[in-house]
């Protein structure tokens, strides 16, 4: 069973950065799929952005431009690079690991069977 716990999130103003790190007890194996996903409250989770075991990368696309997700294998972390902050990014954060479908991984809840409680950022603007 793989279990991922959140780090980095926090209060910032808005046009200004953060990163977000999780850290995978079980990372490469099965797990071929990793991303991070949202919740604002009042609304749905969302995905934010994916990255396959190629390193290939998918973006939501109001994120594209400002955010970065990327791996480091030998570490078992995942993170999310956030610039240009919008009081629209304000959320809980999830980071999660999944399996791919077809070949592919797609930005959907139900691909992604393993979540981490979530870290919390704040944009004030």
């Known amino acids: 069973q793989v279990q991922l716990v959140e780090s980095g999130g926090g209060p910032v103003h808005a046009g200004g950065s953060l990163t977000l790190s999780c850290a995978a007890s079980?990372?490469?194996?099965?797990?071929?799929?990793m991303g991070w996903f949202r919740q604002a409250p009042g609304k749905e989770r969302e995905g934010v952005a994916i990255?396959?075991?190629?390193?290939?990368?998918t973006y939501e696309d109001s994120v594209k431009g400002r955010f970065t997700i990327s791996k480091d294998n030998a570490k078992n972390t995942l993170y999310l690079q956030m610039n240009s902050l919008k009081s629209e990014d304000t959320a809980m954060y999830h980071c999660?690991?999944?399996?791919?479908?077809?070949?592919?991984?797609?930005?959907?809840?139900?691909?992604?069977?393993?979540w981490g409680q979530g870290t919390q950022v704040t944009v004030s603007s």
């Open positions: 999660a690991a999944g399996w791919m479908f077809g070949g592919s991984c797609r930005m959907q809840e139900q691909g992604f069977a393993y």
């Open positions: 079980r990372f490469t194996y099965g797990m071929r799929c």
């Open positions: 990255i396959d075991i190629n390193g290939s990368t």
